[in-house]
């Protein structure tokens, strides 16, 4: 059982990782952990390294500029903190191979901040629903209008291709808890 000095020290580490992603502050960000690791679940992607996680920040932010969020609640267990969020934003900029639309989202997500032994922020999981977001950044499209039919076709195109990489392995085996009878 965590005690309230260590929920209250993680609370403010997730809190400051949120804020300092919203003002794009990438090194405060990445200083909120000893080694950056994102797993993006709808994806079955992973982003390790500062490297890396920093690609992942700027080709998110060429897509949403003016990403943000709504943080709606925050839970604790022995090793993570829980976030319920809304992120938001609009479709400015090319994500991966789906051509900005121009279009505002709002998605429900889910974020794992998962701690080790020695407090370090080791994992941030995220848990969403891509088809609600493509819904939304496709939904903006006008196609009684000929000349978005093109601009939606690329859209598809890109979302298929975004679908049918390889996932990465460590997210698809996994090895199950072990519980006690």
Known sequence: MITEDVRTARQK????????????????????????????????????????????????????????????????????????????????????????????????MTAYFIFDEHENLVCERVYFDSLSMLKQLLGGINLKNPRNWLLVARCLKGALGASGGTPDPSLVHTTPPVLAD
């Open 13 to 108: 580490l997730v809190l400051d990782h949120f804020h300092d992603e919203v003002r794009q502050d990438w090194d405060d960000v990445l200083a909120t952990f000893p080694h950056p690791h994102y797993e993006l679940i709808p994806t079955m992607t992973v982003h390790d390294g500062d490297a890396t996680v920093r690609g992942y920040y700027r080709s998110t932010r060429l897509a949403f500029p003016d990403q943000d969020h709504e943080i709606i609640a925050f839970r604790h267990s022995d090793d993570a903190v829980i976030v319920e969020f809304w992120l938001l934003g609009t479709h400015l900029g090319p994500l991966g191979g789906i051509p900005p639309t121009g279009s505002r989202f709002r998605v429900r």
